[in-house]
């Protein structure tokens, strides 16, 4: 298995661009999700979803969509760049019942808006 | 709204020592807690997760405790080797919202 890809590595934008984060898990998981790491802030997460075609806010969606219609990808849209969308990106997906979950992290993408 | 705190930010220590990372969050109501680990300019490794009717879990030379009615979960680390250098992040799964919420993380340096 591979994981949790996560493409590009590394991105410059302009303000005002727009671009779409990629993420791929191959573990069938149904959980997966979108945080922001800001340093001094831990992980914030942005968008969620429960599963192929429902997807819900987290804690800072404002100015990022998503969108999942297959249960392996999840990509991040930024709709319009500001500078204060420079931050690290990680992508994560999960398994869990009632007496179990893991969670697997992506290597994250670095996004610099100038 | 729940909140997670962890202190120290940093910690340097020489290798060998034994060390307490902590962590507390305001709501007790979880459904787990867990730990990660993360290195520079790497993605999150899970390390432990303690479910919120557990009180200890342990891997190798990692303890960790939860004491939910306190808010509270500790991160043992038992004769600290440089390898162990990394943040170490916790992490709490609501069951109010089904979230997980992060902790700022501790940045653990080991001098060899």
């Known amino acids: 298995n591979a994981g949790v890809t996560q493409t590009p590595k590394f991105q410059v934008l302009k303000t005002g661009q727009s671009m779409t984060l990629q993420c791929a898990q191959d573990m069938n998981h149904e959980y997966m999700s979108w945080y922001r790491q800001d340093p001094g802030m831990g992980l914030r997460l942005i968008h969620y979803?429960?599963?192929?075609?429902?997807?819900d806010q987290g804690e800072v969606p404002n100015g990022y969509n998503v969108s999942r219609s297959t249960t392996e990808d999840f990509p991040l849209r930024l709709l319009s760049a500001a500078p204060s969308q420079t931050s690290v990106y990680f992508c994560a997906s999960s398994y869990s019942n009632r007496e179990y979950e893991t969670q697997y992290f992506g290597p994250g993408t670095r996004l610099l808006v100038l | 709204k729940q909140e997670v705190t962890q202190i120290p930010a940093a910690l340097s220590v020489p290798e060998g020592e034994n060390l307490v990372l902590n962590c507390s969050f305001t709501d007790s109501a979880i459904y787990n807690l867990q730990w990660f680990r993360q290195d520079p300019g790497k993605g999150l490794t899970s390390l432990l997760l303690?479910?919120?009717?557990?009180r200890e879990q342990t891997s190798g030379r990692l303890n960790a405790s939860l004491d939910k009615s306190s808010g509270r979960s500790t991160l043992y680390i038992a004769a600290s080797q440089p390898g162990d250098s990394a943040t170490y992040l916790c992490?709490?799964?609501?069951?109010?919202?089904?979230?997980?919420?992060f902790g700022q993380g501790t940045t653990l340096q080991v001098k060899p």
């Open positions: 992490a709490v799964r609501s069951s109010n919202t089904g979230k997980l919420i």
């Open positions: 303690i479910q919120s009717s557990q």
């Open positions: 979803s429960v599963g192929a075609g429902i997807t």
